[in-house]
């Protein structure tokens, strides 16, 4: 018997207005997945990106399409052999990536390993906002900068999605954490943790900041270059903004000045690191501030307030009408 569930379709490239509803079969989980009743996503720039230009830089599947990737939610069903989760289980996740999960819908199915229990004290609204951006940060500060107590950390852009997680993430392992971001957003960086703060647009970063060992370069451009003036020996610039195909190569790990280096990383699912990052926010070490809340059906509106690019936090997106953010 097929059953039809409320999804939000791409329909073809183009500005937030090509964001429609629709009904659509709902999707059925086959080996080793679940299927999650989706109470929350929430809106990554990559969405809109992809809306934008009618395709993903990471995949070939073509417009229209369901985009989203965060999911929190509770387990429908689980596919044959699935043993780690069961249906009722409330859990959070980011699967199936680098193809789409579809993720902007009432149901979504994905390995069970791309998802974890849900932190127990977190709403599903705010836990929608912490797979794609936590485990961003998490894979880039922790995996693969191995930042620990003492580093000092810059994270540009540091009271967006990615930014404002890596804050929390780099000061629970005792780093110094230094930040870029405009001066009212000074004092809510501030209680998240971050030791310095740079308003990018009254000051440039390089000139009043030295002897950093990892940098989060979440800008790209001329920003990653400057970012390596600013390293100490042996120090890191781990950028997530993809090194343009007609610009310097920037490929895997490259050698810079005095031992100092730059790396491209894309985040991965990862179940394992989801529960790292559950055992921070239930140790109240991490939150997740909300920019703002918006409706299934308006999705429209929430890649309108992403594409600003002046968010705080995360733009999430309720898909159960009762799922608060109480928390
Ligand atoms: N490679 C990967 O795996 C990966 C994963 C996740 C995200 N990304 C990419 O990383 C980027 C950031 O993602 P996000 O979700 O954090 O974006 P976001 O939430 O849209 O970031 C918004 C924040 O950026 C700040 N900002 C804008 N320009 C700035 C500047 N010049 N200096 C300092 N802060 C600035 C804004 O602060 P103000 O209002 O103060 O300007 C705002 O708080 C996106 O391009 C995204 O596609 C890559």
Not at 36 to 59: E, F, I, L, M, W
Not at 93 to 106: D, Q
Not at 299 to 323: D, F, L, N, Q, Y
Request: glycine share 10%; hydrophobic share 45%.
């Amino acid at each position: 018997m097929s059953m039809l569930m409320k999804a939000i379709v791409a329909e073809r490239a183009g500005d937030a207005g090509v964001l429609k509803v629709a009904e659509l079969e709902r999707p059925v989980p086959g080996p080793t997945e679940v299927l999650v009743r989706v109470h929350a996503t929430s809106v990554n720039p990559h969405d809109c990106k992809t809306r934008a230009r009618g395709r993903s830089a990471y995949n070939d599947e073509a417009l229209p399409l369901v985009l989203g990737f965060d999911v929190s939610g509770v387990v429908e069903a689980v596919g044959s052999g699935v043993t780690i989760l069961a249906p009722g289980d409330e859990v959070f996740g980011f699967p199936k990536f680098p193809h789409h999960a579809r993720a902007y819908a009432e149901y979504v199915c994905g390995p069970a390993r791309h998802f974890a229990p849900k932190p127990a004290g977190m709403d599903h609204i705010r836990a929608a906002g912490l797979p794609l951006a936590g485990l961003t940060a998490w894979q880039a500060l922790v995996d693969t900068a191995q930042v620990r107590a003492g580093r000092r950390v810059l994270v540009h852009a540091a009271a967006g999605g990615v930014g404002h997680l890596a804050v929390q993430i780099a000061k629970a392992r005792g780093a110094v954490v230094i930040g870029t971001a405009r001066s009212e957003k000074h004092a809510f960086l501030r209680q998240l943790g971050a030791d310095q703060l740079i308003d990018y647009t009254q000051e440039e970063f390089d000139a009043v900041v030295s002897d950093v060992d990892v940098v989060l370069d979440t800008l790209g451009g001329d920003v990653t270059s400057r970012s390596l003036t600013i390293l100490r020996e042996g120090g890191v610039v781990v950028t997530i903004i993809p090194p343009r195909l007609d610009g310097p190569p920037l490929e895997g790990d490259l050698p810079t000045r005095a031992g100092t280096h730059v790396k491209w990383m894309l985040v991965e699912p990862d179940g394992a690191a989801l529960r790292e990052l559950a055992t921070l926010v239930d140790a109240g070490k991490l939150r997740v501030e909300l920019d703002s809340v918006f409706p299934l059906t308006e999705m429209p509106e929430a890649h309108r307030r992403m594409e600003t690019g002046r968010a705080t936090g995360k733009v999430a997106i309720r898909v159960v009408p009762s799922a608060s953010a109480g928390s």
